[in-house]
């Protein structure tokens, strides 16, 4: 073989990596290639015309927001509610199915009809709910709720909280939407009176919604992988004093939140199966630095295919800024089966309730409980704010991929290397083959 053919077959075998890494960006971008790009409109307070002698689309303080995103087949249906407790209801329907809400029977409490319908009915239904904060004292600063004394822990209603929709900071078109809600005051109950009070000088609970009709990563830390199947909630929970005196708040502080959540089918239908929380690990972090896991509930598959999740990192970040250097832990723990009969469930503060009615306890209902903080980190105290993010949709929860830049990262660090050691490689070759020859000369 000649120095010069050595020398090609050193540069292909150097070059293979790079070769490889391409055919990685290739796959990669067909595994987030659109499958259907979603048509969105929007309607808030459907079917109220005046409420409290107001228009009800003009009603702040009242939202019920109804999302349709149209398939060429179906159609999902993201109902919001921040009337009583914070709640998503989703449905999958046909294309020509509507939303019937009995606004009367709706904001009557503990109605076990169902006052939202949809006609002809849903294909599928998902929902859950945020009906409880949870504030613990924790002296021993051992994190997690679990692991703190009971009675050092306080739950507040989440369907006390007075929600304003914020319109001049939300905006949508077909294909994207932002939506901001913001709680400041919290009702307090005193036997049979009630009190409003504010959450404090800076307090504020806020929820912003977004939606795309595509794939891939949310701007927003920790960039959050989305697909046009599912909505990003980000919750802010800054400086907010649920208690009523300055003294009765704990010294240790630690935040959690209480979710409720439904899948619409019978248990008996479900043969036993509940809904899981799953770890899925990676070994990259490109798109959240220090962070290689990702947190899902999941549901039971039905009819094949129809199937929810609720999926986030578990980090959260304690400035209004976000910044990987302000970030604390989030702690999940088993999931619990939960029923409209326990009153600590609390699921008839919500639309769940305005949706399955009475027969929610015969679905597979369970209760989600999430927390945040980490050892030493000076508890909710330190900053007085908890920024967090997750996603629901339907379908399987979308799985981190490893971008094009990584690709050609991985290729170049395999691929010079290789080509550095495969051409010294050919260099003494040829110097070996060359030195009998000159040898011979030197001998005549």
Known sequence: MSSLQLLLLGATLGLFGLIVSTEGMSNGRDDMKIEEVRKFTTVINPGCQVRFGVNCSAL????????????????????????????????????????????????????PTPSITFNPPALYSFGWSLVKIWIADDINDVVQLNQINQSMITGY?????????????????????SYTLTAKKYIHYFNESKQVFDL????????????????????VLPYMLYSENSTQVDIAFNDV????????YPGHPRIGFKYLVVQGA?????KNERMRLERTKTLDDEHTPGVFETLSVRTPILNKTDQSFIQWKPICYTGEVRDVIDS????????????????????????????????????????????????????????????????????????????????IIIGIGLGIPALIIILSIT??????????????????
């Not at 919604?209 to 701007?219: A, E, L, V």
């Not at 004093?241 to 009765?248: A, R």
């Not at 369970?366 to 900053?383: C, H, L």
Request: glycine share 6%.
């Open 241 to 248: 004093q649920l208690n009523l005196t300055e003294t009765d």
């Open 60 to 111: 702040t303080n009242m939202t019920l927001l109804h999302i349709k995103s149209e398939g060429k087949t179906d159609c999902y249906h993201f109902l919001w509610s921040f009337i009583g407790a914070p709640t998503l209801l989703m449905a999958r329907t046909s294309l020509n199915s509507t939303l019937n809400v009995n606004w009367d029977e709706m904001l009557e409490e503990n109605v």
């Open 200 to 219: 404090g000088p800076d307090g504020y609970f806020k929820f912003t919604i977004r939606m795309k009709s595509s794939n891939g990563y949310s701007d």
């Open 427 to 444: 260099y003494v070759l040829v110097k070996r083959l060359k030195q009998p020859r000159d040898d011979l000369l030197l001998g005549r």
């Open 266 to 270: 019978h248990l008996k239908d479900l």
């Open 328 to 407: 604390v832990d989030v702690w999940s723990y088993p999931l619990q089966n939960a029923s409209s009969v326990n009153g600590d469930d609390n699921v008839q503060d919500s639309i769940l309730y305005s949706y399955y009615g009475a027969d929610v306890d015969s679905m597979l209902l369970e209760a989600v409980n999430i927390s945040f903080g980490t050892q030493q980190d000076g508890f909710y105290n330190k900053t007085k704010h908890i920024s967090w993010t997750y996603s629901t949709g339907f379908g399987e929860p979308p799985q981190d991929f490893v971008s094009t830049l990584v690709f």
């Open 157 to 177: 209603q989440t369907k006390n909280f007075i929600w304003e929709r914020f319109d001049n900071i939300s905006y949508q078109n077909s294909t994207h939407l």
